[in-house]
């Protein structure tokens, strides 16, 4: 843990932007931040910890609300500057009570259900073979 | 588009934070910025466009390496100062090569496939029934 500490980039505020999704469907659910410490308490308790920025403290998510998110994996990117985890949402990840934070839509392509069949299938095909 | 770019809340920098996903997958991909001028060029062309805060320069993701970050979703959260895409990658998202920024494991846990079918097969029921 302590290599880990060590190798995120917090910046000149000590903190890192970090990402969470659903870790079975991906959905992305929100996006918060994190100082060393709510890294270190996130990894410790096996779930989500951030920094409010706002309140300038410690943010275990779910502390008042319940809605936990319970840590299922923990990534950096590789420039070390964004941390993502994937987390088993309890009740909802936003406070306006929606399930991920991002619901405003601006723009959306025609993805139809049948692309996402054939993609998922050629996925399924490429596990099975490789 | 006006009325979008009026929303979103750029910090005290002019930026704001945007991660990108596989469309299909929702794969995270990269977690990057964006400043006013790059997030109208994004909506416009219909492909990513950040802003480099090394470079403090706008930077059309694929210009040099072909890998394209083809727009098929626009979305920004509940207090309007995070940008989520939905993308069709070409070639791979991140300089080192791999598909994904996030190949930096921390921690995983077991999920097995049978969870995750179970969790697929619960919500294509409940797609079906609601």
Redesign the interface.
Known sequence: MEN?LN?VKFDDKGIV?A?A?D??????L??AYMNKESLEIT?NEKRACYYSRSRQSLWRKGETSGHWQN??????????D?I?M?VEQIGNA???G?YS?????????N?TDQ??LN??YN?IIDRRDN
């Open positions: 880990l190798e932007v990402v999704q870790y079975i469907t991906n959905e992305v929100m996006v990894l840590l299922k994996g923990l990534y950096y990117d590789c420039d070390a964004a993502l994937k936003c406070h306006t929606a934070c991002f619901f405003n839509k601006v723009f959306e392509d993805v692309a996402i993609r998922l996925q």
